[in-house]
């Protein structure tokens, strides 16, 4: 399971830098939600991972600390998921004002040559 968070992580810190390098305003934000995402999967993987287990108590209403995910990670992660929300809300209405502006979304303001 490790693995698989580990290589999705990768794929989208990876897809997130390359939009993030393209001309295009929409492709940067894209770029940048991205790499949001890789960081808040980051975060939470290191709350744990545990797979088949009780979230909070076992099947005989008993639990140990030992069994239970770190819940600070995600917390953080909700505070950064509706932290995203809101800067590429931001964000896209920069990018409408900068078109309606300069008539291009290109990330300088014009098409190059």
């Given at each position: ?10 794929v ?8 993030i ?32 287990q ?60």
């Open positions: 399971m490790e693995l698989i968070l580990a290589i999705a992580i990768g989208l810190t990876g897809s997130g830098v390359w939009l390098l393209r001309p295009r305003t929409f492709q940067v934000i894209i770029g940048l939600s991205l790499l949001s995402y890789a960081v808040n999967l980051f975060i939470f993987s290191t709350g744990g991972l545990h797979v088949g009780a979230p909070v108590l076992g099947p005989d209403g008993s639990g140990t600390l030992a069994e239970h995910a770190d819940p600070v990670p995600q917390a953080l992660v909700l505070t950064a998921i509706v932290i995203g929300f809101a800067t590429t809300a931001l964000f896209l209405v920069v990018l409408l004002a900068s078109r309606g502006l300069t008539g291009s979304d290109h990330v300088d303001g014009r098409e190059p040559r």
